[in-house]
């Protein structure tokens, strides 16, 4: 199995940037179809951006032209750049992986998780 840890999180101001990391071990992430999630208090878990296995991207509405995914396979490490950073996107974030050809938006479709990174925006 795959284990992933998050990292790249941290306090930003409202219209600022950061990259998350997600870098994996135990497998190569170029087996996988990855994904970000994300969860602020009181919500539910919901997709924000996945890769699949062959590089095709998808990306929730609300981050459309804002975030980037990308998979480095060699590093076996996936990245999200988040810019122009709203309050709202403040929750913790999480790497996940599924070992699917094909990105998902269901969280349930995901096996492996990493513990996620606090992304704090100020307004």
């Known amino acids: 199995q795959v284990q992933l840890v998050e990292s790249g999180g941290g306090l930003v101001q409202a219209g600022g940037s950061l990259r998350l990391s997600c870098a994996a071990s135990?497998?190569?992430?170029?087996?996988?179809?990855m994904g970000w999630f994300r969860q602020a208090p009181g919500e539910e878990r919901e997709f924000v951006v996945g890769?699949?296995?062959?590089?095709?991207?998808y990306y929730a509405d609300f981050v459309k032209g804002r975030f980037t995914i990308s998979r480095d396979n060699a590093k076996n490490t996936v990245y999200l750049q988040m810019n122009s950073l709203k309050a709202e996107d403040t929750a913790v974030y999480y790497c996940?992986?599924?070992?699917?050809?094909?990105?998902?938006?269901?969280?349930?479709?995901?096996?492996?998780w990493g513990q996620g990174t606090q992304v704090t925006v100020s307004s």
């Open positions: 135990g497998r190569t992430l170029a087996g996988y179809a």
């Open positions: 890769i699949s296995r062959s590089g095709v991207t």
């Open positions: 996940a992986s599924r070992s699917s050809a094909l990105v998902d938006r269901s969280p349930a479709s995901y096996a492996y």
